[in-house]
Structures are given as C-alpha cells and as structure tokens.
C-alpha cells in the first residue's frame, strides 16, 4: 500500500504531466496542421504571435502565479483567503489591461522592428484573449493551490484539443477559410470553453466577494515582481533565437527561418514536457516542505526530481540526435528541412533544461525570488549578447551556436548557486538518475521472469 507522500506524487505528477501531454500532443497536432496549411513566411509570422503571447502568459504567471500559491500556503495567512484571492484578481486584471493598452499603442512599432506587417492585427484581436485570460488563469492558481490536477488537466484538454479540431475541420473542409485570423479565432472559441468548465469546477473554491487589503496586494506584488521580471527575462533569453532572427535578418529569409526555429522548439518543448511538470508539482510542496520539514527536505526533493527526469530524457534526446531528419519529416515535413541541423545542435544539451525549471520554482519556493530575478537578468543580458554576436558572426545559424554556449554557461552558473542555497550535490543527482535506470532494468528482467515461468 502506497504511503500519503507516495500517492501524492503519483497522483500530481501523473496529472499534471497528462496535462502536459495534452498540451504537447494537440499542441504537435496543431502545428502539422499549420505548417501543411500555410507557408512557411506565414508560419513564421504564426511563430512570432505565438512567441510575443506566450511572453504574455509567462511573465504574468509569474507576477500572480508564485506569489498567490505560497500566501495561500503559508500557515499565516490562513484565515485570510478571501483577501489573498482577492488582491491576486486585482494584480492580474491590472497587468491584462496595462498589456492591452501597450498593444493598441505599440502594435505597429513592434511589427515594424519585427519585418512582419501581418502581425500587428494579430496582436490588437489577441486582446479578446487576454480578457478571457483573467479568469481562467486565476481559476488555475487556485486549483493549483489545492492540489487540484485532475480538473486542471481537463480544462488544458478542452481548450487545445478544440483548437486542433476547429485548424483539423479549417484545413480539410474549408481551405480557403484556413487565415491566421481565423486561426486566432479558433484560440479565442476553445479557451472560452474550457474557462466555462474551470469555472463551474472552481466553484467551491473562488471568491464571491472582493476583500480589499492594501497592505496584502502590496506584499503580494513585493514578492511577485521579482518573479515577474524573472519570468519576463528568462522568457526573453528562450526568445531571442525568434526576435533577433527576424530583426536582423532580411524579411523573407527572417520568417523562414523563425519558422525553423520554432519547429525546433516545438520537439525541443516535448522534450521538456516531464521538467515542467514536475516544476508545476514541486513549487506547491516545496512551500509546504520549507515549512515542515527545512531545507534538506527542499534539496531532497529537487535532487531526486532532476535525477528521475533525466533517466527519463537522455534516451529521448538521443533517438531524435541520431534520427533528426525523420523527426523534421514527421512534425513539419520535407520543406523544414533545413531546421535538421538546428535541431541537433540543440537538442544534446536539453539535459540542462530539467535543472533549470527547478532552478527558479525552487529559489521562489524558498522565500529567495530576489536571487532567481537577479540570476535571470544575467542569463537575458548573455543570451542576448551571444545571440547578437553568433547571428552577425554565422548568420541565420548564428542563434543556435549562441545557444550552445548559453547552455554551458547557464549550467555552470546554476550549480554555484544551488549549491550555496541548498547545498546542491550533483552526485545524488546522478545517483537518483542511474538508480531509475537500475530499478527499471530489474522491473523488466523480473517482468520477462514471470512470463517465462508462465
């Protein structure tokens, strides 16, 4: 019989990471569709939106996201739960707003430095979106806060499988009407649907009536604006490869090969799937472990998480390393071609990406957001330094030989710091990692034992 602890972290993870999965595949599904149904210039347009958006949806996570699930949490605040809600709601719309007031008056200005005309009317129709945004995301903290994956991974499935199904009906039914405004239409249809489930499911839980505490919302985003601009930063640092492409490179040549860098990402972003996961799950009980049981529970936690994940994502970075072109084929098709060697430059150092997520949900979860903002300006500044530089130097190659070296110097300064706060020990993770391996090796062989005995 399985112990409290062990059936939380199999039931969390397990949702949480179907939650991925769910993302991830009509996530893929979607993409086929789109790159098979526009061109490569117009899917590149497609990638600057969805790169400018998920910039969006990031950063203000991490301004209401963080903050809102450790005051919930904290054993102080828990008779003020109305109020916590409550200056988390306002937070969020007011961030939304200010968004859209800086997309109505500098659209055309960032469509300009992009070389993408289109894109401007995407960005100001994006507003219907980011409305809808307020609710659903502040149903997903509370939800989050509870423990509550199952209802979150039924609402991520509503709104991305509909969303393939509306591009899957366009596309074979109605190919003329296949545009990127329709496109967006489609995300704008799917996630007012899972909103009217996430409300319904949040009922119970939600405030019914604003409580105002001025010195909470002042805590609140004291504590957020460094995950916030962390968030903003390391955002920036994974785009670059998308921003600067565009802007230094002339227009056509620019889209095309954003459209290649986002294939990219988009098998870099499955392999990524098991790390944003667990950081979804670990953030919570990190809160809670800090409280309960210190810091040695907190690096207990983060080195095992990373030890699993790993065991799990070398065999995968492996297979699409040796068997890059086929993995091209299937996802984008024979024109994305030319992204096969940006995929494998790439792909080698995914292992730092699972000791990254935890990075910064770890430091926030210990109460040092401060140093997570300060560590992510630095990691921005050299991204962007390294970027700059490998584009003038190697050209539309440029952004993933900048990435390379991004990786390594990321990695090293990550370890530094984790080891001073938690007192990181890289053996225990290679130890948790081979001992993944050990267990599964022996669940098969005694697998095939019993089968043979039988």
Same mark, same amino acid.
């Given at each position: 019989?399985?112990?409290?602890?062990?059936?939380?972290?199999? @039931?969390?993870?397990?949702?949480?990471?179907?939650?991925?999965?769910?993302?991830?595949? !009509?996530?893929?599904?979607?993409?086929?569709?789109?790159?098979?149904? $526009?061109?490569?210039?117009?899917?590149?347009?497609?990638?600057?939106?969805?790169?400018? !958006?998920?910039?969006?949806?990031?950063?203000?996570?991490?301004?209401?996201?963080?903050?809102?699930?450790?005051?919930?949490?904290?054993?102080?605040?828990?008779?003020?739960?109305?109020?916590?809600?409550?200056?988390?709601?306002?937070?969020?719309?007011a961030?939304?707003?200010?968004?859209?007031?800086?997309?109505?008056?500098?659209?055309?200005?960032?469509?300009?430095?992009?070389?993408?005309?289109?894109?401007?009317?995407?960005?100001?129709k994006?507003s219907?979106?980011?409305?809808?945004?307020?609710?659903?995301?502040?149903?997903?903290?509370i939800?989050?806060?509870?423990?509550? !994956?199952?209802?979150?991974?039924?609402?991520?499935c %509503?709104?991305?499988?509909?969303?393939?199904?509306?591009?899957?009906?366009?596309?074979?039914?109605?190919?003329?009407? $296949?545009?990127?405004?329709?496109?967006?239409l489609?995300?704008?249809?799917?996630?007012?649907?899972?909103?009217i489930?996430?409300?319904?499911?949040?009922?119970?839980?939600? %405030?019914?009536?604003?409580a105002?505490?001025?010195?909470? %919302?002042?805590?609140?985003?004291?504590?957020?604006?460094?995950?916030?601009?962390?968030?903003?930063?390391?955002?920036?640092?994974?785009?670059?490869?998308? *921003?600067?492409?565009?802007?230094? *490179?002339?227009?056509?040549?620019?889209?095309?090969?954003?459209?290649?860098?986002?294939?990219?990402?988009?098998?870099?972003?499955?392999?990524?799937?098991?790390?944003?996961?667990?950081?979804?799950?670990?953030?919570?009980?990190?809160?809670?472990?800090?409280?309960?049981?210190?810091?040695?529970?907190?690096?207990?936690?983060?080195?095992?998480m990373?030890?699993?994940? *790993?065991?799990?994502?070398?065999?995968?970075?492996?297979?699409?390393?040796?068997?890059?072109?086929?993995?091209?084929?299937?996802?984008?098709?024979?024109?994305?071609?030319?992204?096969?060697?940006?995929?494998?430059?790439? %792909?080698?150092?995914?292992?730092?990406?699972?000791?990254?997520?935890?990075?910064?949900?770890?430091?926030?979860a210990?109460?040092?957001?401060?140093?997570?903002?300060?560590?992510?300006?630095? $990691?921005?500044?050299?991204?962007?330094?390294?970027?700059?530089?490998?584009?003038?130097? !190697?050209?539309?190659?440029?952004?993933?030989?900048?990435?390379?070296?991004?990786?390594? *110097?990321?990695?090293?300064?990550?370890?530094?710091?984790?080891?001073?706060?938690?007192?990181?020990?890289?053996?225990?993770?290679?130890?948790?990692?081979?001992?993944?391996?050990?267990?599964?090796?022996?669940?098969?062989?005694?697998?095939? @034992?019993?089968?043979?005995?039988?």
């Amino acid at each position: 019989m399985k112990s409290p602890e062990q059936s939380f972290w199999f @039931n969390s993870l397990f949702y949480t990471f179907l939650q991925r999965f769910s993302l991830f595949f !009509f996530g893929v599904g979607s993409f086929m569709i789109l790159v098979r149904g $526009f061109s490569t210039e117009t899917n590149g347009t497609w990638a600057l939106f969805i790169t400018l !958006f998920s910039l969006f949806e990031v950063v203000k996570q991490g301004l209401i996201r963080n903050s809102s699930i450790r005051f919930l949490g904290l054993p102080e605040y828990a008779g003020k739960n109305n109020a916590v809600q409550s200056a988390s709601l306002l937070l969020n719309t007011a961030f939304s707003l200010i968004v859209i007031c800086m997309i109505l008056i500098g659209g055309n200005l960032l469509s300009a430095l992009l070389k993408t005309n289109a894109l401007s009317e995407l960005l100001v129709k994006s507003s219907f979106l980011i409305l809808l945004l307020i609710p659903y995301n502040h149903c997903e903290i509370i939800l989050q806060s509870q423990y509550r !994956f199952s209802t979150l991974f039924v609402a991520a499935c %509503i709104r991305y499988a509909l969303f393939f199904c509306g591009l899957l009906i366009l596309y074979c039914f109605f190919p003329a009407h $296949f545009t990127l405004l329709n496109a967006l239409l489609l995300q704008i249809i799917a996630l007012a649907a899972a909103l009217i489930y996430i409300l319904v499911k949040s009922y119970g839980l939600i %405030i019914r009536r604003y409580a105002h505490d001025p010195s909470l %919302i002042r805590k609140l985003f004291h504590f957020g604006k460094f995950t916030f601009f962390a968030n903003l930063f390391s955002t920036l640092a994974r785009s670059f490869d998308h *921003l600067l492409t565009a802007n230094m *490179l002339d227009p056509l040549a620019g889209k095309n090969y954003v459209a290649y860098y986002n294939t990219v990402a988009r098998i870099n972003n499955m392999v990524d799937m098991p790390s944003l996961a667990a950081a979804d799950v670990l953030y919570p009980k990190n809160v809670e472990a800090l409280q309960r049981k210190g810091l040695e529970k907190v690096k207990y936690y983060f080195e095992q998480m990373v030890g699993t994940i *790993l065991a799990l994502i070398i065999p995968i970075s492996l297979l699409i390393f040796i068997f890059p072109r086929q993995i091209i084929y299937l996802i984008a098709g024979s024109e994305y071609y030319p992204a096969v060697p940006l995929l494998q430059l790439t %792909i080698l150092f995914s292992v730092v990406r699972p000791l990254s997520y935890q990075f910064g949900s770890t430091l926030d979860a210990i109460g040092k957001p401060n140093i997570n903002f300060r560590v992510n300006v630095v $990691f921005m500044i050299l991204s962007l330094l390294l970027t700059y530089l490998g584009i003038q130097l !190697f050209g539309p190659m440029g952004a993933a030989y900048a990435a390379i070296a991004f990786y390594i *110097l990321s990695l090293l300064i990550m370890i530094a710091i984790l080891k001073q706060y938690i007192r990181l020990e890289l053996r225990n993770i290679v130890f948790f990692c081979i001992d993944r391996y050990k267990r599964s090796g022996a669940y098969i062989v005694n697998f095939f @034992n019993r089968n043979h005995g039988s």
